[in-house]
Each structure stands twice: as C-alpha cells, then as structure tokens.
C-alpha cells in the first residue's frame, strides 16, 4: 500500500500554496529523494493556450511554489512541457505561446526555476515499451536528476480521467504525439502507450493540482469545479488512483492505471495522509461511459457506441488546428469549417481536446443506443 498525501486548498493564494505545498512534501518525504546541486523537473501540464482560471492547465501558482521550495534546498529547477496541437507556425511556437498564456512561463521564471520547451531541444528514443517499442523522450527529463508530475485532476474524453501518468505524454515532442494516436488507436492500445510513456519517463513525485479541477467534457471544454485539494506521492499510480476515488469515478475504469500496475510501476491500493476529504463524485465525459466498454469488446454492435465531433460553425474561427493535428487526416480545411471524413476518424478525440474556441462537440454514433446505455449505468450507480 502506497502513501498519498492530500490536503485542503481552498485557493491560489500564494501564501496558502506554499504552506500546503511544503505539507504535501513533507507528508511524503519528498526531500530523500533529491540532494543539493541535482537537477528537478517540473512537468506541468499545459495542454494548449489556456488562462489558469480556466482549469486546462496546471495553475501557475503551484508551478512557482514547487519551484520555490526545491530551489530552498539547494536544487536547480526546470519546468518544461510540450503542448497538444501541431500550429500552423510549427510546434515550437504552440508550445511557448501555451506556456506564456498559461501564466507559467512567468510563473517559473519569477520564482527562479528555467523554462524548457520540450519542443526546441534535442530528443532520444528509449526502447522496451509494450505498446510502442520506442519512445521519443526530450531530453531534458532523461538528464533530470528527478522528475516530478506537476498534473490538473481533469477528466478526459478518451481515457477519462486525466492525472501524473496521462500527464508524462507531454515529454513526446511535438507532432510525434499525433503519430502515436496514428500507430495505436484503440483505447487500450492508446493507454498501454501512455503507460510505456510514463516508464521512459522516469517519474519519481507527483503532485497534483486539484484546487480547481474539471468534469464533464475534458480536458478542455468541461466544466470548473471547486475541489479544493493538492495531492502528493511518490507512487504516481496510487496518486491517480486515490484522485480517482476522490472524483468518485472507480480506479479500474482507468486503463492507464490498470495497466500501470499490472506492469509494477506501482500499487493501486493507497492510503490517505494529511487532511480527511470527502469523496465528491465528478460528471464523468459523456464518451467516457462507453468508450471502455466498446474499446474491450469487439463487434458491429459496440462500435455504435462511438462518437465523432460536430463542429460548430457560430464559434469555429476556422484556425484550423483540429485539421493540422488529426493524427490520421480525418478533418479537411474547408469553408466556413473544417469538413469531416468520418471513416478515416479513430476517435482519439484530439479535435475536441485541443480545439481553443470549444467548438467541438462530440456527438455519439446512435444517439439512442448510447442514451440507453448511460441510462442502465446511471441506474446501476443510484441502486449502489
């Protein structure tokens, strides 16, 4: 049984952050793992060019008071990421822009830390992943002493949750990332991934911002909620799952958990330290209710259980990033929006996730059958 700390944070105040912050990391003895002079990562979540109050990414305030207390003690501190999407301008400037919108890029800086853009350096392969034999990793987080999952408790489309493992696919660079929706795009193909991402990684700490967090339809166009809380471990696996708990969603629906500990990169069973919390039940995606069940079992049947994004012409501004990041060319540039191909769509959801004007909605293959099969899981829920 693994040790997650979780403790009450009621804000973004930077005072307040700091103290539970240093709680968190003390909970977990956070300061074994590291000695004067080494080098720390911080991977943060940023996902695209998304203000901190909108919950896409990790909020900038937990960046620079992580940074602030690794630096205390002597550590030298990087922050770095690749966001989602493939600009027109190239993936480099997505990424500083994500970072300067998010308010990170500002936030590392002022606290001391030096910013990476994953996307500008250089990158080596790591072999021995299940799903994908090679990994590209930036290089900066294989020269990284240790490396820390800075994650947002969101839930997602795709794998729905999203905490410190989805989090390390951030370390792929660039365009690469489409690529590994291409190479594996079933759902359980797609985690195992995610899963050999996580092992390159070499994460030993994460810590999650859950202060604001999302549900619905995320990581990017659910709703905010208030859930107050900063968890820490040195298990990232328990820390998905106790977030999981948290959240009111089983760990078990969560492949990447799964799949995490069947192949020991860490336990599932976690014990809660700090705070006593509550559990308060998140608004799981709507693709989310079946997406693990057809992705388990094959058949005409389950596959009209899928969904494939609408875009709405009112909001579409037509920037056509859903176009230059679909892994597999299923949305075409057109006039007023972008068209779909809908036999070429594997139903990786990047469109939806990283579309920042939320015009993309994802709409379910037979409407009816999927409405029934939500109907007989929300029952099952309200008998238990």
Avoid at 121 to 133: A, D, K, N, P, R
């Amino acid at each position: 049984m693994s040790l997650v700390s979780v403790r009450r944070c009621p804000d973004y105040k930077q005072e307040r952050i700091d103290r539970v912050i240093s709680a968190c990391l003390a909970d977990v003895k956070a300061e074994e793992l590291f000695q004067p002079g080494d080098t720390v990562l911080l991977k943060a979540n940023i996902l695209g060019a998304r203000q901190p109050e909108e919950a896409v990414t990790t909020h900038p305030e937990i960046i620079a008071a992580l940074a602030r207390w690794f630096l205390r003690r002597g550590a030298k501190v990087l922050v770095g990421d690749s966001s989602g999407g493939v600009a027109r301008s190239g993936a480099r400037g997505n990424t500083d822009r994500a970072m300067e919108i998010s308010g990170i890029a500002a936030a590392a800086t002022g606290a001391g830390a030096t910013l990476v853009n994953f996307d500008a350096g250089t990158s080596t392969f790591v072999f021995g992943g299940l799903e994908w034999e090679k990994v590209l990793v930036a290089q900066p987080v294989l020269d990284a002493d240790l490396v820390v999952s800075v994650p947002k408790l969101k839930t997602h489309g795709l794998t729905l949750m999203t905490a410190g493992i989805k989090n390390m696919f951030g370390i792929v660079p660039g365009a690469v990332k489409a690529q590994c929706h291409r190479i594996a795009p079933g759902i359980d193909q797609f985690c195992q991934g995610l899963v050999d991402v996580f092992a390159a990684s070499g994460t030993n700490l994460t810590v999650l911002d859950a202060v604001e967090a999302m549900e619905g339809e995320g990581p990017s166009a659910g709703r905010v909620i208030r859930r107050e809380l900063v968890l820490a471990s040195r298990d990232t696996v328990a820390l998905d799952a106790a977030a999981c708990h948290l959240a009111g969603c089983s760990p078990g629906r969560v492949r990447t958990t799964v799949f995490a500990a069947q192949r020991g990169l860490g336990n599932m069973d976690f014990q809660l330290s700090g705070d006593e919390v509550e559990v308060m039940p998140f608004k799981l995606p709507l693709t989310g209710m079946t997406g693990p069940l057809s992705a388990r079992v094959s058949g005409p049947f389950f596959a009209l259980l899928r969904h494939l994004p609408d875009i709405d012409r009112e909001t579409c501004v037509n920037c056509n990033l859903c176009v230059t990041s679909c892994p597999v060319d299923a949305l075409v540039a057109g006039n007023p929006t972008p068209g779909l191909r809908a036999a070429k769509c594997i139903h990786c959801y990047c469109c939806h996730e990283l579309c920042p004007h939320r015009a993309i909605e994802l709409v379910p293959v037979n409407p009816r059958l999927v409405s029934v099969v939500d109907w007989v899981r929300n029952r099952r829920r309200t008998r238990r």
